[in-house]
């Protein structure tokens, strides 16, 4: 059960690489776009040399898939950094983040392309800690007003710590 709800998450969140630009979701679904709820990446999450925190509003459909899947008990943080998605994509290894504690079996890494010609990419860790578990979503998009890379952390905690 827990292993589908992983996967359901993951395959809404990557929704959001198609419709980032949408606001007739927002529109219609009445959806709050707050900027972060967070004011710094967590400790226990490695951080990418060239991050700059930025006042950015999480894509739509990221959101929408959040909020079904956690009832809003998410937590996320927005940065840019002048690195290409590529170069994010390859940051966030699954080593690098096994290292950082992050070694769930059902959370294996990236998904997404992130080429010329891609919009962005997706990368998913969890991990376990007694009766709590946490997903860790690190969604990289394109900028297209700008040369700038948008780096998404979100962090959900499931069980009976629901804090974060």
């Not at 509003?57 to 002048?82: C, H, K």
């Not at 997706?122 to 007694?130: A, L, P, R, V, Y």
Request: glycine share 8%.
């Amino acid at each position: 059960m827990k292993h589908h709800r992983w996967t359901l998450f993951a395959i809404l969140l990557s929704a959001m690489l198609f419709t980032s630009a949408c606001g007739i979701a927002k529109s219609l679904f009445g959806l709050s776009t707050s900027s972060g709820t967070v004011s710094e990446l967590w400790s226990d999450v490695p951080r990418m040399d060239g991050l700059t925190k930025a006042d950015l509003q999480m894509p739509v459909a990221a959101r929408m898939a959040l909020q079904a899947i956690t009832q809003d008990r998410f937590n996320f943080i927005s940065f840019t950094t002048p690195a290409t998605p590529a170069a994010v994509q390859e940051y966030y290894t699954q080593d690098r983040m096994e290292q950082a504690g992050w070694d769930s079996a059902d959370a294996r890494g990236c998904l997404g392309d992130t080429g010329d010609e891609s919009v962005g990419a997706m990368c998913i860790f969890g991990k376990e800690s007694g009766s709590k578990n946490e997903l860790l979503a690190v969604v990289i998009a394109k900028d297209d007003a700008s040369p700038q890379t948008q780096v998404f952390f979100a962090r959900i905690v499931m069980g009976e710590d629901q804090r974060q």
